[in-house]
């Protein structure tokens, strides 16, 4: 346990310590955990073989990133985006790799090491830069969708480059004399499914792990969650989440492929689940857990004693491939029209390389592509760009864009799709508000725990998803922020005070209607940032009495006047007054209260008077017109 603990302890009490700090500079999270990892790292040894383990747990939580991306793009979206996948992606990832050769190869590196070089640092840092974008709120700009689809191509490349990489092998691998295997990921547990197998039956293993992949996406996973949610365990539903995960992993690694970009995959499929909002809200934690600590052990890994030996011809390999990669990216961003501010973010955000160029590495190693010492060189250049990644950035910020005059505010959503109306909970009373927004041609997301009640709305068309509107996670991945209406139905009057506070300090200009039982309750409501709160028993009894008027002789008319008059006066005097109700005096007992609702009587007796007044003098003027008519 201490073996852990210490180690445990030291991370966090750095990155406690880094990330704030680093936040309050500008400076963004990624930085502050990149120093943290950097201070701790020679003070507890982890560089080396313990630093590999950590990383190799820690891209779990890149895995995570990727698969609440995907769950965030519905096929339809990706499909709108083939052309800056393939064409923005393709052309850097071709670009650079074929630059880098060139200054290899002219440098006196042997061809196909040179070729490898390339191929690997053409790729960027998949987890620092989504975080930073995400952080900066850019990931939706103009230049945030490009450098995504970049990204993205990138974690596809990954596996032809994987596929490439032991046909450049400067000598024969010895292996018993055998042709090499293909071998997978180095990662968790090290599974191979491909050992020993033909060319052709690798590659048919390769596709059945992804069809696999896919297929359990679409026809699997959604029997399964509703299982696991009839139980009513929320934990059950966070390891269903987690296994999901895990297995992705397994497969992928097994075949030699991006967990990545499998996970990304299950994402994009299951972005159409009912339970897209809540395994968002499961898996966000972990993911930020995870990376974060990914993070870490870059900054860790980071030799200063190798570095210190050769510390010139490391920072020059880093500068020299920042530079390339920066007139790769703006000369891509050109060529596609990106506008000026979307082409600077592209170039200096993806100017570093990438994590899955450690593996890489590793793999070029194992297969006799790169020698020792240009492993090691890259090795240290690559975590030095991923430090400066966060520069970078901080020079977008302070120099570029005042120079520019752009603006990076979001444009019409591409990777995130909400609705502007959210209804937390969908009782008889969420129902018919509900139907009723529809009917006006709103559309509206539904959050409601019960998956049955779920599943046979979303087989009616209705777009409804599985999850605890009470908890803040959910909420935010149904698109809180961004929201016009907030409709809370809740019964539990702690459950919606709770919400209702959560929802206006996330979003300041949402209007939020809300309903109670009885009367007693409503000022709580309106303390905690309610627009509107409908009393359920306040209502009905209102309409009871406009009947009982209209019973008793007064025209339909009239009835309905004194009680929208009625109603009116008391909503103003609850709003007003809502701050001085003691939710623990009986109402008969509070002084200000009974005085309010003498108050409100008395406005109501005048208000009637008049109109009875009005009424009066409306039929004088018409008999008297009458007359005169007559006597013409």
């Known amino acids: 346990m201490t073996a852990f603990l210490i180690p445990a302890f030291v991370f966090l009490a750095a990155s406690v310590v880094m990330v704030p700090i680093a936040r309050r500079l500008g400076l963004g999270s990624v930085l502050g955990y990149l120093l943290a990892g950097m201070a701790i790292g020679p003070a507890i040894e982890l560089v080396g073989a313990s630093t590999e383990h950590l990383r190799e747990v820690a891209e779990i939580g890149v895995v995570m990133m990727l698969f609440l991306i995907g769950l965030e793009l519905e096929p339809r979206v990706l499909w709108r985006m083939r052309y800056k996948l393939v064409g923005m992606g393709g052309l850097q990832v071709g670009a650079t790799a074929l630059v880098l050769f060139a200054i290899g190869f002219g440098l006196g590196v042997d061809w196909r090491t040179a070729l490898a070089i390339g191929l690997i640092l053409s790729l960027s840092s998949t987890a620092i830069v989504l975080q930073t974008l995400s952080e900066r709120e850019l990931l939706r700009s103009s230049g945030g969708r490009a450098g995504f689809s970049i990204l993205l191509f990138q974690d596809i490349a990954v596996v032809p480059i994987l596929a490439l990489l032991p046909f450049l092998a400067l000598a024969p691998v010895i292996s018993g004399g055998e042709t090499p295997e293909i071998a997978a990921l180095p990662g968790l547990g090290g599974i191979n499914l491909l050992a020993g197998l033909d060319g052709w039956q690798a590659a048919l293993v390769t596709i059945g792990a992804m069809a696999f992949v896919v297929g359990a996406g679409v026809f699997l996973s959604r029997p399964l969650f509703r299982f696991v949610a009839s139980s009513g365990l929320r934990e059950m539903l966070t390891a269903v989440a987690l296994l999901s995960i895990a297995a992705i992993v397994l497969i992928m690694e097994g075949v030699g492929l991006s967990p990545a970009l499998g996970a990304f995959i299950a994402g994009v499929v299951l972005a159409n689940s009912e339970f897209r909002h809540e395994l968002h809200a499961d898996i966000e934690p972990f993911k930020a857990l ?7 052990t870059v900054g860790a890994g980071i030799d200063f004693a190798v570095l210190a030996e050769d510390i010139w011809r490391v920072l020059a390999i880093a500068a020299g491939l920042i530079v390339v990669k920066f007139a790769v990216l703006y000369g891509v961003g050109t060529a596609f029209r990106l506008r000026p501010d979307a082409r600077w973010l592209v170039a200096l955000g993806l100017a570093q390389a990438g994590e899955f160029g450690f593996v890489l590495i590793t793999f070029g190693l194992r297969h006799n592509v790169l020698t020792p010492d240009i492993g090691n060189e890259l090795s240290l250049a690559i975590a030095v760009t991923m430090v400066l990644t966060p520069l970078l950035f901080f020079l977008f910020d302070r120099l570029v864009m005042p120079l520019v005059g752009a603006s990076t505010s979001p444009e019409p959503p591409a990777i995130e799709e909400h609705a502007q109306i959210i209804i937390a909970g969908y009782g008889r009373f969420g129902q018919i508000v509900d139907r009723l927004l529809k009917s006006h041609g709103y559309q509206t997301i539904v959050l409601d725990k019960r998956a049955d009640l779920v599943a046979g709305m979303r087989r009616q068309g209705f777009e409804a998803y599985y999850g605890d509107a009470a908890r ?3 909420l935010t991945s149904a698109g809180l922020s961004e929201a016009r209406l907030l409709v809370v139905a809740f019964h539990d009057l702690e459950a919606t005070r709770r919400l209702i506070t959560h929802a206006r300090s996330v979003n300041k200009n949402i209007k939020i209607v809300a309903r109670v039982h009885g009367s ?22 209102l309409r009871a009495g406009r009947f009982a008027l209209v019973s008793l002789g007064v025209h339909a008319e009239d009835a309905r006047y004194f009680s929208e008059l009625f109603a009116d006066e008391d909503e103003r005097m609850v709003k007003k007054h809502s701050s001085e109700w003691d939710p623990d005096t009986p109402a008969y007992l509070q002084g200000a209260y009974l005085e309010q609702t003498r108050r409100v009587a008395s406005r109501v007796k005048s208000g009637a008077e008049n109109r009875r007044a009005e009424s009066v003098h409306a039929l004088l003027d018409a008999a008297a017109k009458k007359d005169g008519s007559s006597d013409k």
């Open 290 to 296: 995870l990376v974060g600590l990914f993070f870490i």
């Open 472 to 474: 803040p996670e959910t």
């Open 520 to 541: 007693q309750h409503v000022h709580q409501l309106y303390v905690a940032g309610a627009d509107e709160v409908t009393r359920e028993t306040f209502d009905s009894a």
